[in-house]
Nanobody, 120 residues
Framework: QVQLVESGGGLVQAGGSLRLSCASS????????MAWFRQTPGAQRELVAD???????NYLGSVKGRFAISSDNAKNTVYLEMKSLKPEDAAVYYC??????????????WGQGTQVTVSS
């Protein structure tokens, strides 16, 4: 049973920093990709950043240069370091893990979300 548990959200002033963590209940080597998404009320969930099993990363244009995704395989944890936060970064942030199983079946797992609030 895969469980993803996010932590690190909170209230921060504009220009501040936060680090989100996503702890996996299973070895993250089992995932082809892990990612952070975010969602605001009434909007679709959007991809913020992802990291593939080879270490390649990808970012939403508006967060490039401010956010950094990384993984600690020993701790089975993925991080999202967020700097120079803006009010428009406020959202619920979700951790996602993408797995390719037998016969090419794919699985998506989600955490419960952590709230990030940025005051102006």
């Amino acid at each position: 049973q895969v469980q993803l548990v996010e932590s690190g959200g909170g209230l921060v002033q504009a220009g501040g920093s936060l680090r989100l963590s996503c702890a996996s209940s299973v070895n993250i080597f089992s995932f082809a990709k892990m990612a952070w998404f975010r969602q605001t009320p009434g909007a679709q969930r959007e991809l913020v950043a992802d990291i593939r099993d080879g270490g390649t990363t990808n970012y939403l244009g508006s967060v490039k240069g401010r956010f950094a995704i990384s993984s600690d395989n020993a701790k089975n944890t993925v991080y999202l370091e967020m700097k120079s936060l803006k009010p428009e970064d406020a959202a619920v942030y979700y951790c996602n893990a993408f797995q390719i199983g037998a016969f090419g079946r794919t699985y998506n797992y989600w955490g419960q979300g952590t709230q990030v609030t940025v005051s102006s």
